[in-house]
Structure formats: C-alpha cells, structure tokens
C-alpha cells in the first residue's frame, strides 16, 4: 500500500496542531499566530510532497522521471526555506521551536500511520 494512503490524516493533522496553537497562544501575538501558520502549512506540505516523491520513487511500475523527483525535492527544501524565514521573520530568536516542532511532526506522522 503507497505511504499517502496509509496516513490517518485526521489523526496526523490533530497530534499535529498541538505544539503549534501552544506556540501561538504561548506568544500571543499576531506576529505568532501568523508565523506558526505558515510554519504548519509548510511543514504539511512537505510531509505530502515527501509522502508523493517516495511513493514516485518506490511504488511506480514505470521508471520515475529523475528531472521530476529531483524538481519535486527542490520544492520540498523552497517550502522548508520559506516555513524557516517566516518563523525569523515573525518569531526572530525562538526559530528553534518551529525547527523542534519539525522533528516532532516526524514521529507524528509515522504515529499516523495505518498497520497494512
């Protein structure tokens, strides 16, 4: 079964909100809330586009276009580009926390995971 398909999004999306509306309410500003919103799209996109490219790269029956995993993953590291300045732009100093949120939402997203 391809790795986009076994994601419980309702579950992956709900463990996933939580260090981010804390971070938010934490600051309680609009700066925060803007920033760690861009940061939670971001990072969502990402995991989608990862879940895509390998599933590209794994589950094809025809051979993947290399130019075309290659484009998606630049898109990937743009989109991770863009969540990071949003958070120094917005949030300044603390941008370790939405770099610390990352690592957990990769946990959260293998938590989210059907058993096949």
Do not use: W
Not at 45 to 67: F, P, R, W
Not at 76 to 84: C, D, E, Q, R, V
Not at 96 to 103: E, K, N, R
């Amino acid at each position: 079964m391809q790795p986009q398909k076994k994601i419980n999004i309702l579950k992956y999306l709900a463990y996933s909100a939580f260090p981010y509306l804390g971070g938010a309410i934490g600051e309680n500003t609009r700066e925060a809330y803007l920033a760690y919103g861009i940061i939670f799209l971001c990072v969502i996109v990402n995991h989608a586009m990862l879940l895509y490219v390998t599933s590209l790269m794994i589950y094809q029956e025809t051979k993947a276009d290399s130019g075309k995993i290659l484009i998606l993953f630049l898109l990937k590291a743009g989109i991770l580009f863009i969540g990071i300045s949003a958070g120094v732009h917005f949030i300044g100093n603390k941008v370790i926390i939405p770099v610390l949120f990352y690592v957990y939402q990769i946990f959260v997203l293998i938590y989210s995971m059907r058993k096949a």
